[in-house]
């Protein structure tokens, strides 16, 4: 019987997003934040130029605020797959006066992000940066395309965006500017989870339920850390929870969940009447939150 | 799981984005915090109805005029198959987001308001999924419930659209005319109870009906990446990465480069490390030759080329023009040929078509954005006489202008 090729539609158009970038571009960057998305990418990325090692690094731009379980399964994969993994620290920009942090109640440093990783990019002439975003995530994410011309701040022109006419995709630019790249922009958040499944790809175990010391706040689920504002009335409690995105930990808010393997965790986001984007207190500061940050620079 | 593709056309006010609210409410696709947004929004605006259209319009512009700008990708599902909606603006203005939106799509919704039939804009979004050849056009016929779902509102605007076909004919395109009410719901997801003398199905009946794969007798790999690891294991390998088009790929497949004509054998079809005697299309895989040929990025394989395949530095292309700077003859540019460039001139404008795309204007001095004309084209490398008819893959292309870098047109090789 000749062996033939199952091929996924979803995956077939990534990896060919992703070589596209490779081919068109003079020093490219993933970007990886821990999270499934970006390990997500870093498999396509794998596969895409396999048997060769992937010919561009990774750029972590690390809050300071992660997860303690996101970085130390960062470091094991860049370990497992010899990887060049460049980080950058928003601490270094708080220390040297050139960003503030935010305080009270509802204060994060997701925001803060945007400054280091465009700080990174220049400094390390980076003309393309490809990341995990996926258009169904949020409503100013849908808008944009696959490869997303910046100019030399970093700053999205939504409103005057290049046409993007079949697979052809254009990557030329002016000295000083970059392009976003978002070779998953058509999965869903389910189609992430079933191909995780189905490649069997490790992810942070805080994906999966766990016990967590937590507080309730608006609704939300909020780890008890010391980067994460508490007021005194709100109850420290341990609870079983999971984590839907993996994000800044200020930013984050877990979902009560008793879902500890795949099968159970893709049981529970099928049957949930939840955005992804609902546990992400960043984006409910006002209608337009994510566009006003993709206009400044953010990812 | 398949992926369909589909984009949506139609005048402001013509209820696109009701539409595709309906969809994704139908389909039980809007988790509960965004309907539970829509649902504030719309008290917030007096309405005593959910405004579905809510649920797509993407940027604070767009929020505040109340009009599409550019185009929105929005995912839903049913249990055979996803669909991705490119949610395309419908102003005059907007039209090359438009184009954007239908290019990757299989298969158009252009809607009709039940009161108007065909209007100027219907002519546009028409003629523009005529020329990319769109093979599936579902003729939403909206705002039934505004003419108390009268059989004969429908027919007349079916048959305003029918004339349009005749002037356009296409044997590769299927048509669907359906009656709708976005806002009531029916007919888009459930069968109307309101127009019995409706005999079709609904519109997602009609879109899952879409076949998404068609094979054609030949296959390509347009190539991407040369891939070298030159470790150890794999010291001679040279893998050329692309995706498969028109076909599937076997090993043992007698293959052409093109432009050089040198030919060849399919040695190994590789994905992932492991090797495959087979290949869909539509993969993206590395294939391996038998012989020692120079292949670059850019360069096509192809198996069974014509016998009379011609190689050619002077091309004849529908355009449509992109960029708010005026194209004139004489003007450089790059030439985006599936994964090459090269330099281009633009040796002539031969005709533009009129604003109704019923006549083609002469002495034209120079294109406009939005305008949609014939030109004629020298390259600085040839390239497949192929044209956009024979292959929707190896007869298209984009202009980009040489200063600014940006997209400044499309183009079908005639």
């Known amino acids: 019987m000749p062996k033939v090729l199952i091929t996924k539609e979803l995956e077939a158009e990534a990896i060919y997003i992703i070589r596209e970038v490779v081919a068109q571009f003079e ?10 998305d970006s390990i997500t990418l870093l498999h396509l990325a794998r596969k895409a130029f396999f048997p060769a090692k992937i ?63 465009l700080d990174a990019i220049e400094e390390h002439g980076f003309d393309a940066c490809m990341g995990g975003a996926r258009r169904d995530e949020e409503k100013a994410r849908a808008k944009e395309r696959i490869f997303s011309v910046r100019n030399d701040f970093g700053e999205w022109d939504e409103k ?73 009335h709100e109850e420290v ?25 795949i099968d159970t965790v893709i049981e529970e986001i099928s049957g949930s009447t939840i955005s992804e984007r609902g546990a992400r207190i960043d984006d409910k500061r006002s209608e337009a939150a994510m566009e006003t940050r993709k206009q400044q620079g953010y990812f | ?119 100027e804009q219907t002519f546009r979004h028409f003629y523009i999924n005529h020329l990319l050849q769109t093979s599936h056009l579902i003729i939403a016929v909206n705002k039934m419930d505004l003419v108390d779902y009268d059989e004969s509102a429908f027919a007349k605007a079916v048959q305003q659209f029918q004339s349009l076909l005749d002037k356009h004919p296409s044997e590769k395109r299927k048509v669907h005319f359906v009656p709708v009410s976005a806002l009531k ?37 347009q190539v991407q990446n040369v891939i070298r690891p030159k470790t150890e294991e794999y010291h001679d390998y040279r893998g050329f990465a692309g995706r498969i088009r028109g076909a599937h790929l076997s090993i043992g497949d007698q293959i052409t480069v093109l432009p050089s004509m040198k030919t060849s054998t399919v040695d190994g079809i590789y994905f992932n490390g492991a090797k495959y005697d087979e290949a869909p299309v539509g993969s993206s895989v590395s294939v391996t030759l038998k012989d020692e040929v120079n292949v670059d990025r850019g360069d096509i394989l192809m198996t ?41 001139r633009v040796e002539q404008i031969t005709s533009k078509k009129s604003a109704d795309f019923h006549q083609d ?42 200063q600014s870098r940006n997209t400044a047109a499309v183009g079908f090789i005639e």
Not at chain 1, 237 to 249: L, Y
Not at chain 2, 34 to 39: C, D, H, Q
Not at chain 2, 205 to 218: C, G, P, R
Not at chain 2, 375 to 391: G, R, V
């Open chain 1, 160 to 232: 005057n965006q290049r046409p993007e006419l079949f697979d052809l995709l254009n990557g030329m630019i002016e000295l000083g500017q970059n392009v976003r790249c978002f070779p998953i922009s058509n999965w869903t958040e389910l189609d992430v989870w079933n191909y995780i499944r189905s490649e069997k790809i490790e992810i942070p175990s805080i994906y999966y339920a766990h016990e967590r010391s937590v507080f309730e706040r608006d609704g939300l689920i909020w780890s008890d850390s010391p980067y994460v504002y508490r007021d005194d």
């Open chain 2, 361 to 402: 204007i002469i002495d034209v001095d120079q294109l406009e954005l939005n305008d949609i004309a014939t030109i004629q084209l020298k390259l600085s490398k040839p390239i497949p006489a192929i044209t956009y008819d024979q292959s929707k893959e190896l007869g298209r292309f984009i202009l980009i202008d040489p």
């Open chain 1, 27 to 36: 020093k490219p960057v993933l970007l990886f934040s821990g999270g499934k």
């Open chain 2, 304 to 344: 069974q080329p014509p016998a009379d395949l011609e190689l050619t530095k002077n091309i004849q292309a529908t355009i449509c023009w992109m960029d708010s700077t005026p194209l004139r003859p004489r003007t450089k540019f790059h030439l985006q040929y599936g994964t090459q460039r090269m330099t281009c």
């Open chain 1, 237 to 261: 409690a341990v609870k079983w929870v999971r984590f839907r995105t993996v994000g800044d930990m200020s930013c984050t808010a877990a979902v009560a969940s008793t879902a500890t393997d």
């Open chain 1, 55 to 117: 010919p561009f690094p990774l750029l972590h731009v690390d809050t300071g605020h992660n997860f303690p379980e996101t970085i130390d399964f960062r470091d094991e994969l860049v370990e497992k797959y010899d990887l060049d993994l460049i980080v950058a620290h928003v601490q270094d920009n708080i220390d040297a006066g050139i960003v503030k942090e935010e305080t009270g109640r509802y204060s994060s440093r997701n925001q803060l992000q945007t400054q280091t990783l």
């Open chain 2, 1 to 119: 799981m398949n992926v369909l593709k589909i984009a949506t056309a139609g005048s402001v006010d013509d209820g696109k984005s009701t539409l595709i609210g309906r969809l994704l409410y139908d389909t039980q696709s809007l988790p509960t915090d965004k309907l539970e947004a829509i649902k504030k929004s719309s008290e917030k605006k007096g309405y005593d109805y959910l405004d579905l259209s809510l649920a797509t319009d993407g940027l604070v512009a767009e929020r505040e005029q109340g009009i599409t700008i550019d185009v929105a990708h929005i995912y839903f599902s049913t249990p055979d198959r996803s669909y991705i909606i490119a949610d395309s603006p419908g102003h005059v203005e907007y039209t090359r987001n438009m184009i954007t939106g239908a290019s990757t799509s299989k298969a158009s919704i252009i809607l009709i308001d039940a009161r108007k039939g065909v209007v």
């Open chain 2, 185 to 221: 719901g029916d007919n888009v997801v459930s069968k109307s109870a309101e127009m019995p003398w409706y005999q079709g199905s609904p519109i997602l009946e009609n879109l899952s009906k879409i076949d998404t794969i068609a094979e054609d007798s030949q296959s390509f790999l």
